[in-house]
T-cell receptor
Framework: LAKTTQPISMDSYEGQEVNITCSHN???????ITWYQQFPSQGPRFIIQ???TKVTNEVASLFIPADRKSSTLSLPRVSLSDTAVYYC??????????????FGGGTRLMVKP | GAVVSQHPSWVICKSGTSVKIECRSL??????MFWYRQFPKQSLMLMAT?????????EQGVEKDKFLINHASLTLSTLTVTSAHPEDSSFYIC???????????????FGPGTRLTVL
């Protein structure tokens, strides 16, 4: 499984756009990129998943360059409730049975008023 | 959306006792469930992969005789921490893969976690 590298922590202010970049130099051809959010004492919550280019949903956007060796999670106009740890994971995609997830260190985002 | 529950949400036990944690997929079937352990301020560490009707696959360094996993049905997996010791105190999280959602992006759903404290 491809290893991921993320910044340990980031600070932001309410209303700002936050971009968290993840490096995954050894990503395999059939690997997808998935981001999860985790609040203290809770299980991770799925945010977004993509394979290439750009994916957008109601909470975030995911930008993936052509070489797929990195990805950037973009959170528009963050609020205090977005303070959490964000994990970038790389692995087999939705059509691969028995897929397991290997969590890296994650990025601890602190949103300040 | 798909929901995974865990029971209990927290448990305190004495050293040497055994504790069972249940993981249930409430509105979908899961042939595969995963068990993770998370220590304070650390990331999730995969302990084992639980497959319905077969033996679990344990990650390197995880004692299979200490952490007993049973996946008796498509909606239930249990993790039993046998002869628990204070160093087993941790946050245990399960996840389940939706059998029929192979074409969906979010096919793995996480439970809320179980906080185990061993005195």
């Amino acid at each position: 499984l491809a290893k991921t590298t993320q910044p340990i922590s980031m600070d932001s202010y309410e209303g700002q756009e936050v971009n968290i970049t993840c490096s995954h130099n050894n990503i395999a051809t059939n690997d997808y990129i998935t981001w999860y959010q985790q609040f203290p004492s809770q299980g991770p919550r799925f945010i977004i998943q993509g394979y290439k280019t750009k994916v957008t949903n109601e909470v975030a956007s995911l930008f993936i360059p052509a070489d797929r060796k990195s990805s950037t999670l973009s959170l528009p106009r963050v609020s205090l409730s977005d303070t959490a740890v964000y994990y970038c994971l790389v692995g087999a995609g939705p059509n691969n049975a028995g897929n397991m997830l290997t969590f890296g260190g994650g990025t601890r985002l602190m949103v300040k008023p | 959306g798909a929901v995974v529950s865990q029971h209990p949400s927290w448990v305190i036990c004495k050293s040497g006792t055994s504790v069972k944690i249940e993981c249930r997929s409430l509105d979908f079937q899961a042939t595969t469930m995963f068990w993770y352990r998370q220590f304070p301020k650390q990331s999730l560490m995969l302990m084992a992969t639980s497959n319905e009707g077969s033996k679990a696959t344990y990650e390197q360094g995880v004692e299979k005789d200490k952490f007993l996993i049973n996946h008796a049905s498509l909606t239930l997996s249990t993790l039993t921490v046998t002869s628990a010791h204070p160093e087993d105190s941790s946050f245990y999280i399960c996840s389940a893969r939706d059998l029929w959602a192979a074409s969906h992006t979010d096919t793995q759903y996480f439970g809320p976690g179980t906080r185990l404290t061993v005195l």
